[in-house]
């Protein structure tokens, strides 16, 4: 990994203080280093998303924009952290076009619970309920800003396709492992959160305070 544009003093502080006392600490670090990167390209996205509304004389409000700008630093974030690890630009990557097939894990939930065998339960926790956790927003933000895609199903169905082309992406790019366990797990993910917009979207619109 390369230096980081923007956390690397406060990465730096971190690790001076607690990288030897913490044994999942390289996790901590990609945690900075994803951060970082969807920083650096959310500011992209925030140029591109202005030119793009001048040019088309969009009508938006400031709060839809922000919640916009949040959504795509979670996809930047989500992609850094699962696909786009090792390096920070796209045409740093190589591409792994001869991998087996084998090499992809089809049987639901062998993998995952193999992790209760290991040194430390983190793993297994971060596997099953981590990937449950991260999707979550996915299925609140998609029907929140975008008024066509309110339907539960194409909400999961959505978050079902991000989730595949994740596990693709981490196959030909050799960055991840890819398991239909994360797959099945994102979808959950999708789900719930659709769920929670669902149920703040009626409450929103039955209680009046």
Request: proline share 3%; no cysteine.
């Amino acid at each position: 990994m390369r230096k980081m544009i923007f956390l690397g003093p406060l990465y730096n502080y971190v690790s001076n203080m607690y990288a030897t006392r913490i044994n999942h600490f390289p996790l901590i670090r990609l945690s900075f280093y994803a951060v970082d990167k969807a920083i650096l390209y959310t500011l992209f996205f925030i140029i591109l998303r202005f030119i793009w509304i001048k040019w088309k004389h969009k009508k938006t409000s400031f709060a839809h924009e922000f919640w916009v700008t949040v959504f795509a630093f979670y996809v930047f974030l989500l992609f850094a952290l699962t696909v786009f690890r090792d390096d920070y630009f796209l045409w740093e990557f190589k591409f792994f076009f001869h991998r087996p097939l084998s090499d992809i894990n089809t049987v639901p939930f062998v993998q995952t619970f193999k992790l209760l065998n290991g040194k430390s339960l983190v793993d297994f926790f971060y596997n099953l309920y981590g990937n449950i956790v991260w999707f979550v927003p996915m299925g609140i933000f998609i029907p929140a800003l975008g008024k066509k895609d309110r339907k539960f199903f194409k909400v999961v169905l959505i978050g079902a396709l991000v989730s595949i082309s994740i596990e693709g992406l981490q196959f030909i790019l050799n960055t991840g492992v890819t398991d239909i366990d994360d797959v099945i797990s994102n979808t959950i993910g999708a789900a719930i959160g659709y769920l929670i917009y669902f149920v703040g979207n009626w409450l929103k619109n039955h209680i009046k305070i």
